[in-house]
């Protein structure tokens, strides 16, 4: 007889709107898919940050027009304490900068309340396993605005413009994988190389490009060209 298979463990999200019928909604879509399950709410900034610290959900839908605190301040507090806990922010707003600020802070996907409802379930389902995730709305003006680098971020991309020019083939690559969502043990399976290897190339790209992880490299390899999403 084969074995029983273990069912999927479930996405733990904490739900951060300051609007509570809205909040009711995004609730109600969330639950309807059976892999999910809501384990906290907040209706403030600060209260988001103190929710997500006693819950420690796999991910976070964020507003960011929040009284006591913004939800960018938040999710950057949030991911600062929780590396590994995902940020999807839920904004009524497309302001491209602000869309930055917000994935730079660390929010892994940026979507409108405007959108299809099924965006908001793949943008939860997406950062859950770590890929970044653009509202269709969204996706092509930003990622053209993250290429071109947006005024804010040009002076501190022009102190790191040579390192683009040191990356490898193999370690560009790499990148791609990675910006793409694939971890470790995909990255190797499809570069014929093993997790160990993958592993330093990531190491020597970090160092290049003088950031301190893959969310930092991704955006730099984005706003330079250098890899597509």
């Known amino acids: 007889m084969d074995a029983a298979v273990a069912p999927r463990e479930r996405i733990t999200v904490m739900l951060a709107d300051d609007?509570?019928?809205?909040?009711?909604?995004?609730?109600e879509l969330l639950q309807e898919d059976r892999e999910i399950e809501i384990v906290a709410e907040a209706e403030s900034g600060d209260e988001a940050?103190?929710?997500?610290?006693d819950s420690c959900p796999d991910v976070v839908v964020m507003d960011l027009?929040?009284?006591?605190?913004n939800g960018i301040q938040a999710t950057r507090e949030i991911k600062s304490a929780l590396p590994k806990t995902e940020v999807v922010v839920l904004s009524a707003f497309d302001d491209e900068e602000e869309v930055l600020q917000a994935l730079e802070a660390g929010a892994r996907a940026y979507l409108l309340k405007d959108d299809d409802?099924?965006?908001t379930?793949?943008?939860v389902h997406a950062a859950s396993v770590g890929r970044l995730y653009l509202g269709p709305s969204l996706a092509k003006r930003v990622l053209q605005r993250m290429a071109a680098a947006p005024p804010a971020v040009q002076a501190s991309l022009t102190r790191r413009s040579d390192a683009r020019e040191h990356l490898t083939a193999r370690e560009i690559s790499i990148l791609q994988l990675v910006?793409?969502?694939c971890k470790g043990r995909e990255v190797a399976s499809r570069l014929g190389i093993t997790?160990?290897?993958?592993?330093?190339?990531?190491?020597?790209i970090f160092t290049k490009l003088r950031v301190s992880d893959r969310r930092q490299a991704i955006l730099y390899a984005v706003k330079?060209?250098?890899v597509s999403l």
């Open 224 to 226: 330079n060209g250098l």
């Open 121 to 123: 379930l793949r943008a």
């Open 19 to 27: 609007h509570s019928v809205y909040r009711l909604g995004l609730r």
């Open 65 to 69: 027009r929040m009284p006591n605190k």
């Open 195 to 204: 997790e160990s290897t993958v592993r330093n190339h990531l190491r020597n």
């Open 49 to 53: 940050v103190q929710r997500a610290l």
């Open 179 to 181: 910006a793409q969502g």
């Open 117 to 119: 409802p099924t965006s």
